[in-house]
């Protein structure tokens, strides 16, 4: 996820579509041709985000099968499941309805992914108490709790100074300028402070999940997954042989 952003930024700000101090994430990947490459990666990123997910959900119901831990583990799991598979379907909303064009969808898409994300982060961090020492160390624990303090004091941050930005250029768009304006300019520009504060709290928020997740990452060495086995009973003739029989006793007991 970061590479993605960090590659997204500099193709944006190389080819003067956003500028050099501090973008919205969202914005460096606005317009093409970056904007392919931004919804290709995130794409993967929420299909591989579901995925973590679902891994440590099944984790968890492992651990609860397996010993004496707090009785709403199990509950709270799925609950948590749930807000996660939402924050990564948020992500890819967000990947694939720019900002510049669907604008309602795009925002839908970032509520869900940070919203909903930083409550998946509260319960992961809740989980971590019912689960250390065994599963996780104390210290990952505490770790999970900071970054999820700090998520929400961000959302918090990155939407009251990007409403306050905006109300106080009267919500015309001074945030991007073209080619032909200078970035350092500030002309035409009000309260330029609020729109860095939203945008750098908007980068860091976004790597608060990225260390929730690498959080997982010694558990998950733990774990091993075996792949789907499948048995066939009977081949296509047999099916076919033993309906067929049946359909004949049917008919002379009908008699």
């Given at each position: 996820?970061?590479?993605?952003?960090?590659?997204?930024?500099?193709?944006?700000?190389?080819?003067?579509?956003?500028?050099?101090?501090?973008?919205?994430?969202?914005?460096?990947?606005?317009?093409?041709?970056?904007?392919?490459?931004?919804?290709?990666?995130?794409?993967?990123?929420?299909?591989?985000?579901?995925?973590?997910?679902?891994?440590?959900?099944?984790?968890?119901?492992?651990?609860?099968?397996?010993?004496?831990?707090?009785?709403?583990?199990?509950?709270?799991?799925?609950?948590?499941?749930?807000?996660?598979?939402?924050?990564?379907?948020?992500?890819?909303?967000?990947?694939?309805?720019?900002?510049?064009?669907?604008?309602?969808?795009?925002?839908?898409?970032?509520?869900?992914?940070?919203?909903?994300?930083?409550?998946?982060?509260?319960?992961?961090?809740?989980?971590?108490?019912?689960?250390?020492?065994?599963?996780?160390?104390?210290?990952?624990?505490?770790?999970?709790?900071?970054?999820?303090?700090?998520?929400?004091?961000?959302?918090?941050?990155?939407?009251?100074?990007?409403?306050?930005?905006?109300?106080?250029?009267?919500?015309?768009?001074?945030?991007?300028?073209?080619?032909?304006?200078?970035?350092?300019?500030?002309?035409?520009?009000?309260?330029?402070?609020?729109?860095?504060?939203?945008?750098?709290?908007?980068?860091?928020?976004?790597?608060?999940?990225?260390?929730?997740l690498l959080t997982l990452v010694p558990e998950?060495?733990?774990?091993?997954?075996?792949?789907?086995?499948?048995?066939?009973?009977?081949?296509?003739?047999?099916?076919?042989?033993?309906?067929?029989?049946?359909?004949?006793?049917?008919?002379?007991?009908?008699?």
């Amino acid at each position: 996820m970061p590479l993605t952003f960090f590659i997204t930024y500099a193709w944006s700000v190389a080819l003067g579509h956003v500028e050099p101090v501090f973008p919205y994430i969202s914005s460096t990947g606005a317009y093409p041709p970056e904007s392919n490459f931004f919804s290709f990666m995130l794409d993967i990123i929420s299909v591989l985000m579901a995925v973590t997910v679902w891994a440590r959900h099944k984790q968890v119901l492992g651990h609860y099968n397996q010993t004496l831990v707090c009785k709403d583990l199990e509950k709270t799991s799925r609950i948590a499941t749930l807000f996660g598979l939402s924050s990564a379907f948020g992500l890819f909303l967000v990947g694939n309805f720019q900002s510049s064009t669907i604008t309602t969808v795009h925002l839908i898409g970032a509520v869900l992914a940070f919203g909903l994300g930083t409550v998946y982060q509260w319960l992961q961090s809740w989980m971590s108490v019912c689960l250390s020492p065994h599963v996780n160390s104390r210290g990952v624990m505490v770790v999970r709790f900071i970054c999820s303090a700090m998520a929400t004091l961000l959302i918090i941050t990155t939407v009251v100074f990007s409403v306050l930005h905006d109300v106080a250029n009267q919500g015309k768009e001074v945030a991007y300028w073209a080619q032909n304006k200078a970035w350092w300019q500030a002309e035409g520009r009000k309260k330029w402070s609020y729109h860095v504060l939203a945008t750098s709290s908007e980068w860091v928020l976004a790597f608060t999940f990225v260390a929730m997740l690498l959080t997982l990452v010694p558990e998950f060495k733990r774990m091993s997954f075996h792949g789907v086995k499948m048995h066939y009973d009977r081949d296509r003739r047999q099916v076919r042989e033993i309906d067929g029989a049946r359909s004949t006793e049917a008919i002379v007991a009908s008699r």
